[in-house]
């Protein structure tokens, strides 16, 4: 295991214990379609991932601090989020075995393999 998967498995562990709900399954569609195909909204997801949220729906209080783990260096290509939107939505909304409580998913490692390592 590469040490970027590693790293990024060990996110995915901690955002498992965390007590923020999943975001709704029409906010998780919106949030996908947004990062794996429009250049705007990724620039601000990476800039302001507060704001890029609550464009999509997503809206996290202005008195709860800004989690670490929603702040990304280099999010995934499009190509890479809209591959595995079916992965990712399942993980976001809660469907999945470990709902995804923030969205450091998106970052570049590779996003199949830590989804399912959650």
């Known amino acids: 295991m590469?040490?970027?998967v590693s790293a990024s498995a060990d996110i995915?562990?901690?955002s498992v214990n965390c007590s923020k709900p999943p975001m709704p399954p029409?906010?998780?569609a919106?949030?996908?379609k947004a990062?794996?195909?429009d250049d705007d909204f990724r620039a601000l997801f990476k800039s302001d991932p507060r704001k890029a949220l609550n464009e999509v729906g997503y809206h996290l209080s202005p008195s709860v601090a800004m989690p670490l783990c929603m702040l990304v260096a280099e999010l995934a290509s499009k190509e890479d989020i809209q591959n595995a939107y079916s992965v990712l939505h399942a993980h976001l909304s809660g469907t999945a075995r470990a709902s995804m409580l923030v969205p450091?998913?998106?970052g570049?490692?590779?996003i199949i393999?830590?989804?399912r390592a959650a």
């Open 104 to 106: 450091h998913m998106f």
């Open 2 to 4: 590469n040490t970027q």
């Open 35 to 37: 990062l794996g195909t």
């Open 108 to 110: 570049a490692a590779p």
């Open 113 to 115: 393999e830590m989804v």
């Open 30 to 32: 919106a949030l996908l």
């Open 26 to 28: 029409n906010v998780a």
């Open 12 to 14: 995915v562990s901690a």
